[in-house]
């Protein structure tokens, strides 16, 4: 991938961003950077894995947590900022990539926030019986990060949605395997976050570190996979961390604790 690619993608991703309440078509983004629609739709798909349009309801998406996450917001102002052209189109879009709807996503933020804080993760025991389909992933984690480490296997190269499985990790492990996992083609994404008082930190992962495998695995074509995520700072081009992270963890453990 050549950087004149990512140049011209990144320079399409920061128009989306200064205009959001706009209409924004990918004919106009084509035009704006002499590329045929054709053609533009294409190289954006190369470099950011996904289409222009399923990137700009993502960017939208995030500028409306970003927006809830403060609470005197209300949502209809949150739909008027992102291009949104009705509270009822925002909500269903909103709880299809976040996983709740908008007004449960704002009333669950300190709840969520003080669960993260207090969280202390336990190793993550790995299967005495590893199940095929298998993947093992390992983590490559900065020498100075110290914090929570999510990884997960998802039909797309964007989270957008709950991972088809995944787990929480902290710094001190290298790596995790999730056994009898539904066969498929995955793409194996991570994503880290540091403890925070601020809770935007936790809820609007712009800033977090994140990676991807090289290649996705197939687990129709492989019995037992092993791929490798390193954990790096966020590049211009990639694309928002919608999935709510917190609210993740805690269903994951409010159902552990269920089975006991």
Same mark, same amino acid.
């Not at 190269?157 to 499985?165: C, L, R, T």
């Given at each position: 991938?050549s ?10 991703i920061?128009y ?6 706009e ?16 053609h ?16 700009l309801?993502a ?13 005197? *917001?209300? /949502?209809l ?5 992102v ?8 909500s269903?879009?909103f709880?299809?990539f976040?996983?709740l ?16 804080? *207090?969280?202390? &993760?336990?190793t ?7 199940l095929?389909p ?6 490559v ?5 110290k914090?929570? &480490?999510f990884?997960?296997l998802?039909?797309?190269? &964007?989270?957008?949605?709950?991972? /088809?499985?995944g ?5 001190n ?6 056994s009898?996992v539904?066969k498929?083609? $995955? ?6 976050i540091?403890k ?5 930190? $936790?809820?609007v ?5 994140r990676?991807?495998a090289?290649?996705? &695995? *197939? ?13 790096r ?5 990639d694309?928002p ?18 089975e006991?």
């Amino acid at each position: 991938m050549s950087n004149e690619k990512k140049r011209i993608i990144i320079q399409t991703i920061e128009y989306m961003k200064n205009h959001l309440e706009e209409d924004i078509t990918s004919e106009q983004l084509a035009q704006l950077v002499g590329y045929s629609p054709c053609h533009f739709s294409r190289v954006f798909k190369e470099v950011t894995g996904v289409p222009p349009r399923h990137y700009l309801s993502a960017l939208r998406i995030e500028a409306g947590k970003e927006s809830l996450v403060n609470p005197s *917001d209300s /949502i209809l102002r949150a739909v008027l900022r992102v291009g949104f052209r009705s509270t009822g189109t925002f909500s269903s879009k909103f709880k299809q990539f976040v996983g709740l709807s908008p007004k449960q996503f704002q009333k669950n933020i300190n709840t969520l926030h003080r669960f993260i804080n *207090d969280y202390d &993760i336990e190793t993550v025991l790995q299967p005495l019986e590893v199940l095929s389909p298998s993947v093992t992933c390992n983590v490559v984690v900065p020498p100075n990060f110290k914090g929570l &480490i999510f990884v997960g296997l998802f039909p797309r190269p &964007i989270p957008d949605q709950a991972p /088809i499985v995944g787990t929480a990790i902290n710094q001190n492990q290298t790596s995790c395997t999730f056994s009898n996992v539904p066969k498929g083609k $995955y793409y194996v994404l991570a994503a880290a976050i540091t403890k925070s008082l601020n809770p935007k930190n $936790y809820f609007v992962l712009s800033r977090a570190l994140r990676g991807i495998a090289k290649e996705p &695995i *197939d687990t129709e074509l492989h019995a037992y996979s092993f791929t490798e995520v390193t954990l790096r700072e966020p590049l211009p081009f990639d694309p928002p961390i919608l999935i709510n992270l917190p609210k993740l963890l805690f269903d994951t453990k409010k159902s552990k604790l269920e089975e006991k």
